[in-house]
């Protein structure tokens, strides 16, 4: 069983940065990539960045490129998201993801994660 827990989310002004924190517990955290996703209402849960287990590989998509780093720090067993330039349109709940299998490149899949926290509130206003 692994528990993830984020926190950080808020409401910010268009332009601001917020960073966001994963805390996971409960299994080997750092033999596992990790991912964000978002969604916004009555929309589908959207990628947003991925990182290896390793941390030396990340993905992003397109819309958030240059704007979000994803970073890890497997002595804390915290995956983080630093968003930047924080745009109306990155409104939405931001969830963190813990693949199922070890060892794997960063994964845009949502069906390759199998434990997702609670979710924490973006709200980015214009």
């Known amino acids: 069983q692994v528990q993830l827990v984020e926190s950080g989310g808020g409401l910010v002004q268009a332009g601001g940065s917020l960073r966001l924190s994963c805390a996971a517990s409960?299994?080997?955290?750092?033999?596992?990539?990790m991912g964000w996703f978002r969604q916004a209402p009555g929309k589908e849960r959207d990628f947003v960045a991925a990182?290896?287990?390793?941390?030396?590989?990340?993905d992003y998509t397109d819309s958030v490129q240059g704007r979000f780093t994803i970073s890890r720090d497997n002595a804390k067993n915290t995956v983080y998201l630093q968003m930047n330039s924080l745009k109306p349109e990155d409104t939405a709940v931001y969830y963190c993801?813990?693949?199922?299998?070890?060892?794997?490149?960063?994964?845009?899949?949502?069906?390759?994660?199998?434990?997702w926290g609670q979710g924490t509130q973006v709200t980015v206003s214009s």
């Open positions: 990182i290896s287990w390793s941390g030396d590989s990340t």
């Open positions: 409960g299994r080997t955290f750092s033999s596992y990539g």
């Open positions: 993801a813990c693949q199922y299998r070890q060892f794997r490149p960063p994964s845009t899949r949502l069906y390759e994660y199998i434990y």
